[in-house]
């Protein structure tokens, strides 16, 4: 769908500045800015946000708030939802959960009695309005995680679905997710991120940003990678190694640790590489010769950065 060279984009704008030059509390509000993501929430949904049990149910913010040129509504999607609200002269209204469910195509037709699983076991909850259930785990969840008021109606029974069993809400969808230790649990499905890659908006809207206040952004994970000049070496020669260190939000991390273990026929061979540059990376050429043609050089770097760690691996073989 199109996103762009809208004829309402003009009136929007004019409702934008009215709502900016008008002193209104949405205006005013301070954005809350999250590093996990990179992204602010937007002070026309915190409250909102806040309601719905924050992060926990919402996920973080994966965009900032935007007009959608097609319904002249401001948006804004989290991880696992999407909320919208109208504008008006008088500033934003009442904002509330898109209906991704629905919009993906999540949605059944609805049952006119339960079906006798649901009537008879004591696990089960038909919804006669929606015409659908919620069993077992899904409804342990659903019921522990604020229910009706929260997530809706089921729009849907539990199904397979792409190999996984999910149930839709308006709203949502609820994954079980078996692989968890011990016996598995339900998670809310990311359908902020789903519906976003099918949206057609601007994937640069996802991009992370950097707070105007730099002390609010902190490095959650480091996300390291090895690159090589070569990845077939003569016996005698060198090998340059590059160490690029990003973050939770794939931005470079300035000043990581990095070590780096060649592991040679003839033994292991530790480096501490300088700290990571601005653009977060750290480099070391290798030099070796005599080497077996055949073996495998095996490669592993830690980085390490204000209490966090990870690493990565790489090879190259030696040939002649």
């Known amino acids: ?26 205006a005013q509000s301070t954005s809350r800015y999250f590093p996990e ?24 913010p ?24 109208t504008l008006e002269d008088r500033g934003a209204g009442m904002p509330f959960v898109s209906a991704l469910g629905e919009m993906l195509g999540g949605g059944e037709p609805p049952r006119r009695r339960p079906p006798t699983l649901a009537w008879s ?6 919804f006669a309005d929606a015409g659908h259930s919620i069993c077992h785990a899904y409804l342990d969840f659903y019921a522990s995680h604020g229910g009706t008021e929260r997530f809706g109606d089921p729009i849907s029974d539990h199904k397979l679905e792409e190999g996984r069993l999910v149930q839709y809400f308006e709203g949502f969808r609820l994954d079980w997710v078996p692989e968890t230790p011990p016996a598995g649990e339900v998670r809310i499905a990311p359908l902020g991120r789903l519906h976003f890659a099918r949206s057609g908006y601007d994937a640069g809207l996802l991009a992370p940003r950097l707070p105007e206040d ?7 994970g480091l996300h390291p990678q090895l690159a090589l000049s070569q990845s077939i070496a003569k ?13 939770q939000n794939e931005l470079p991390v300035v000043g990581a640790s990095v070590t780096l273990s060649a592991r040679f026929p003839d033994g292991v061979r530790t480096f501490l590489l300088p700290l990571t540059d601005a653009d977060g990376i750290t480099r070391i050429e290798l030099e070796f010769d005599s080497q077996v043609p055949g073996s495998n050089i ?21 040939w002649w």
């Open 1 to 26: 769908m199109g996103r762009v060279g809208s004829p309402r984009l003009a009136g929007l704008a004019l409702v934008l500045m009215a709502l900016l030059g008008s002193g209104d509390a949405f």
């Open 37 to 60: 993501t990179g992204h602010n929430l937007d002070p026309a949904f915190a409250a909102r946000f806040d309601e719905f049990g924050g992060a926990d149910i919402l996920g973080y």
């Open 62 to 85: 994966i965009t900032e708030a935007f007009v959608d040129p097609d319904s002249g509504r401001l948006m804004q999607y989290f991880e696992n939802a999407r909320l919208e609200t």
């Open 121 to 126: 076991e004591p696990g089960c909850r038909f």
């Open 214 to 220: 730099g002390a609010q952004y902190r490095v959650l």
């Open 235 to 247: 016996p005698q020669g060198t090998q340059q190694v590059l160490v690029l260190v990003r973050d």
């Open 298 to 318: 095996e490669l592993l770097a830690w980085a390490v950065y204000q209490g966090l760690q990870a690493s990565t691996r790489d090879s190259f073989r030696i």
